[in-house]
């Protein structure tokens, strides 16, 4: 297949639109080009860390009844990819560095280590000091909160995607999605 040169200057939201309609419409695209990215952005994943990290983004069960011949289908698809472009997929059997990674790329994205610094740069210490003075049940509070905050957004997002069903349906919905459990 042979694309236009001009789609390189794409916007970068037109681009991310084009991924999440291919990941509606071809599941087996979406979950490779999470593998891919992953992998890009990560270097020595296991084999599980992969699959349980492309489930969290694309869904539980999503490598379907075969997952590991599945997963061994996608890294061949992944690692054509790459060479391809130019760049080699490697597994390294390594005790002190195990998992599969791309020669010449660092550990951590640089993008994904300036979000891990900027997190980090805003914890105050006065804030850790503070909730290690709290009790278990009080952290079990905060948890719980925090957790009940989440479903409730996450029901008003599937309300506006769904505006025929109600409130209690979209907080069904919710839950089914945070707990991957059938209703």
């Known amino acids: 297949m ?37 992998l890009w952005s990560e270097s020595f994943l296991s084999r599980q860390a992969l699959i349980a990290r492309v ?25 054509d990819v790459l060479k ?18 791309i020669p010449g790329r660092p550990l951590l994205d640089p993008h994904l ?16 000091a503070i909730y290690a003075r709290l009790t278990p049940a009080q952290r079990m509070h905060q948890g719980a909160s925090l957790s009940d905050y989440l479903r409730q957004q996450a ?9 025929e069903i109600d409130e209690a349906e979209a907080n069904r919905e919710a839950l089914r999605r945070m707990y991957r459990s059938e209703r």
Request: with cysteine; net charge positive.
């Open 155 to 163: 029901a008003r997002l599937i309300m506006r995607e769904n505006p």
């Open 113 to 128: 280590v300036k979000v891990i610094h900027a997190a980090v740069d805003e914890v105050n210490p006065e804030q850790v």
């Open 2 to 38: 042979v694309l236009h040169p001009g789609y390189r200057r794409l916007p970068r939201e037109i681009w991310q639109e084009f991924l999440h309609q291919t990941a509606r419409t071809n599941p087996p695209a979406a979950r490779r080009m999470a593998l891919l990215s992953l």
């Open 84 to 101: 391809a472009a130019g760049h080699q997929l490697r597994y390294s059997r390594r005790t002190e560095q195990p998992g599969y990674y």
């Open 55 to 79: 489930e969290a983004l694309s869904g539980v069960g999503c490598f379907g009844k075969h997952p590991l011949l599945t997963f061994a289908r996608d890294i061949k698809f992944v690692r």
